[in-house]
């Protein structure tokens, strides 16, 4: 699948693990779903393509709008940076599943603790000879701990020590957008973009074990961690020509870099008070 967020490759697309959507609505202009036979211009796919069009912000007044809920609030200011010229738009999203549970679990040895947050915002410039400039930007995270106490008791039932562990997954997208437009004709216009998108993963388990004194048992220590990666940065030239009133024809072309780290993992534990990697 394809999602292109102002034409600008998306790897993840979900929050809490799927069951919100990654993009604030507020800040979303048109939604273009194609199941099949993809122009070319979207290339190598298999499955289909989600091409998501951010708005490009109220040109005349200054307009704020916010929502509380309970998974997640958001806030999105809107409004002219030279009223009819230019315009901006911000949205910020964040939840407070970890702010709700905490007075739940307080002196609880297993604690659950999540949140995501994300923020969009575009800059949109109308210049002189039918021109014009978009700058876009997009970030999120999702952050997922869990810690967890235990007492760990000798062969006769006596008090042995206590491990405290800690698990993690973290992940997050970001993308920046800069387009550049220029109608040459009433049949004629051409677009010019570059673009950065990243996404990042990031899990990790710690081990930490005190003795019945309440000294760290260096032996039996350890951690893990496992990262991965997808960068992108790409270039596209497009030009739409309307040939006559019934044919349009659609043409470009476009270079793109990408940089896969697909997995990256490191390993610390202690044996006999020396560290290993």
Do not use: C
């Not at 609505?25 to 099949?36: F, M, Q, R």
């Not at 220029?182 to 973009?193: G, N, R, T």
């Not at 996404?199 to 760290?216: H, I, L, P, V």
């Amino acid at each position: 699948n394809l999602i292109l967020l102002d034409g600008v490759t998306v790897y993840n697309v979900s929050h809490l693990f799927g069951f919100l959507s990654l993009f604030p609505s507020d800040a979303v202009k048109t939604v273009d779903l194609i199941k099949g036979d993809f122009p070319a211009r979207y290339s190598g796919r298999l499955s289909s393509v989600i091409d998501i069009k951010l708005r490009d912000g109220n040109k005349d007044q200054l307009l704020v709008d916010y929502t509380i809920g309970l998974l997640s609030s958001k806030i999105t200011i809107e409004g002219p940076i030279e009223k009819s010229k230019s315009s901006f738009i911000v949205t910020a999203r964040r939840s407070f599943a970890d702010l709700l549970a905490k007075p739940f679990q307080q002196n609880k040895s297993n604690q659950l603790n999540y949140f995501f947050y994300d923020g969009i915002a575009k800059m949109n410039f109308l210049l002189p000879k039918k021109k014009s400039l978009s700058l876009s930007l997009y970030m999120g995270k999702d952050d997922f701990l869990n810690a967890a106490n235990e007492a760990q008791r000798n062969d006769n039932g006596t008090f042995a020590g206590n491990t405290k562990s800690l698990s993690g997954l973290v992940w997050g997208n970001a993308t920046v957008a800069l387009r550049y437009s220029v109608i040459k004709s009433s049949s004629l216009s051409i677009a010019h973009s570059l673009s950065y998108s990243s996404y990042n993963y990031n899990s990790a388990y710690t081990n930490q074990f005190k003795d019945e004194n309440g000294d760290e048992d260096l032996a039996k220590n350890f951690s893990f961690q496992f990262k991965s990666k997808v960068q992108e940065v790409s270039w596209r030239s497009e030009a739409d020509w309307f040939v006559t009133d019934n044919l349009l024809l659609k043409f470009g072309a476009g270079v793109r870099n990408n940089k896969f780290n697909p997995a990256g993992s490191l390993l610390r534990y202690n044996q006999s008070g020396v560290q290993q990697t």
